[in-house]
């Protein structure tokens, strides 16, 4: 699932492991979420979006760019 939580942390200046504190989760597991490798549960989802005070869906784009194309033909 493609995110903005890179962009999000990098806007703070938080590294992968400030962010893992404050989210209460392993450094590897904000990694593997930035890097679309894990989709985060979806309690954890709604830790992420309390934390950047944003939505969801300003955070994680749950369709695949071409699914996105389809969808708008």
């Given at each position: 699932?493609k995110?903005?939580?890179?962009?999000?942390?990098?806007?703070r200046?938080?590294?992968?492991?400030?962010?893992?504190?404050e989210?209460?989760v392993?450094?590897?597991?904000?990694?593997?979420?930035?890097?679309?490798k894990?989709?985060?549960?979806?309690?954890?989802?709604?830790?992420?979006?309390r934390?950047?005070?944003?939505?969801i869906?300003e955070?994680f784009e749950?369709?695949?760019?071409n699914?996105?194309?389809?969808?708008e033909?």
């Amino acid at each position: 699932m493609k995110n903005r939580l890179k962009v999000l942390r990098a806007e703070r200046n938080w590294t992968q492991a400030r962010l893992a504190q404050e989210l209460g989760v392993s450094r590897q597991t904000v990694n593997a979420i930035e890097t679309g490798k894990f989709d985060p549960s979806l309690p954890l989802a709604f830790r992420i979006a309390r934390l950047f005070e944003l939505a969801i869906e300003e955070i994680f784009e749950d369709r695949e760019p071409n699914q996105q194309r389809s969808l708008e033909r």
